[in-house]
């Protein structure tokens, strides 16, 4: 079986005419995936591709340190990989290019057809999308998982605490989370976060008995319902936690080791627009041996 790389290469050499010009006509908000050796789905000279981006390398060094690199001659999987909330695709594609059989779940119509344009188009044997609410994911119905990434989608949720308790069962002792997140500002740095206007006093909710602290922000009027593409699927307001309570989160639902990522972009840029736009990046990982009363 040719690698995956190759595959992608033989596509670029003789494209689907009939699927390119789809591709073409859909409306590409976000990521930009290449298509040809010279074409992408965002064109312009100034917009790197995905593969290119900071954090998507950073994902993929990640990944290889915990989790090993993928085989050198490039053929034969390293596991299976989700992709939650995975708006057009892109990142899932460059998963799949880095040695993973990869899941892309998005839930929001729009998104999916875009995901679905990809697929058809590539026809790789180890990347696949479903249209679905991630809160409807189940061990059951898809199995577990070895990593999962989580991009601009857990800030999203009304209750993130119990999310996290279902990618615990969705994944194994040692799988890895790549966690890309708003968290809610303190106080002090509060007004100089964009959202500000959005966001609740300091509020707490409960999860099994446990306590977790953070803000609401307002995704859309209640009662009704958002066509932005990048706006929750299935909840007006979503439940901000604090960076603490993110970390205590995580332990409580099994996740019990946590780094802290740095150097997606230089560090003084890093730096402000992670205070500017109140965004973390974590890697986690499931441990056998962390013993915690809570997950069981």
């Known amino acids: 079986?040719?690698?995956?790389?190759?595959?992608?290469?033989?596509?670029?050499r003789s494209p689907k005419t009939e699927a390119l010009e789809?591709?073409?006509?859909?409306?590409?908000?976000?990521?930009?995936?290449?298509?040809?050796?010279?074409s992408a789905t965002l064109p312009g000279p100034d917009r790197p591709l995905i593969g290119d981006e900071p954090r998507t390398r950073a994902i993929r060094q990640c990944m290889d340190l915990l989790l090993g690199p993928g085989p050198e001659d490039g053929e034969g999987y390293r596991g299976r990989l989700v992709d939650l909330g995975c708006l057009e695709g892109g990142l899932s594609f460059e998963m799949a290019r880095a040695g993973f059989d990869v899941l892309g779940v998005e839930g929001r119509e729009s998104n999916y057809q875009r995901c679905q344009l990809i697929e058809h188009y590539y026809a790789l044997p180890n990347l696949r999308f479903e249209h679905l609410d991630v809160k409807n994911l189940s061990p059951e119905r898809h199995g577990r998982f070895d990593a999962v990434v989580c991009c601009g989608l857990f800030y999203h949720?009304?209750?993130?605490?119990d999310f996290l308790h279902l990618l615990a069962a969705l994944t194994h002792d040692r799988s890895a989370l790549f966690l890309d997140t708003h968290i809610a500002p303190p106080d002090d740095t509060l007004d100089e976060c964009v959202f500000r206007?959005?966001?609740?006093?300091?509020?707490?909710?409960?999860?099994?008995?446990?306590?977790?602290?953070?803000?609401?922000?307002?995704?859309?009027?209640?009662?009704?319902?958002?066509d932005d593409a990048w706006a929750?699927?299935?909840?007006?307001?979503?439940?901000?936690?604090?960076?603490?309570?993110?970390?205590?989160?995580?332990?409580?639902?099994?996740?019990?080791?946590?780094?802290?990522?740095?150097?997606?972009?230089?560090?003084?840029?890093?730096?402000?627009?992670k205070r500017k736009f109140s965004r973390i990046y974590l890697m986690a990982v499931k441990r056998p041996y962390f013993s915690n009363p809570k997950t069981t």
């Open 1 to 12: 079986m040719l690698s995956i790389e190759r595959l992608i290469e033989a596509r670029w």
């Open 22 to 38: 789809q591709i073409r006509k859909a409306d590409w908000t976000s990521h930009n995936i290449p298509l040809t050796a010279q």
């Open 157 to 161: 949720l009304d209750d993130p605490v």
């Open 197 to 226: 206007e959005s966001l609740s006093d300091y509020e707490t909710v409960q999860h099994h008995g446990e306590s977790y602290s953070g803000r609401w922000y307002d995704e859309y009027p209640e009662g009704g319902h958002s």
């Open 232 to 273: 929750s699927v299935s909840n007006y307001r979503s439940f901000w936690l604090t960076k603490d309570a993110l970390i205590t989160a995580l332990e409580d639902a099994g996740f019990g080791l946590a780094y802290e990522l740095y150097g997606t972009r230089p560090a003084r840029e890093e730096a402000d627009l």
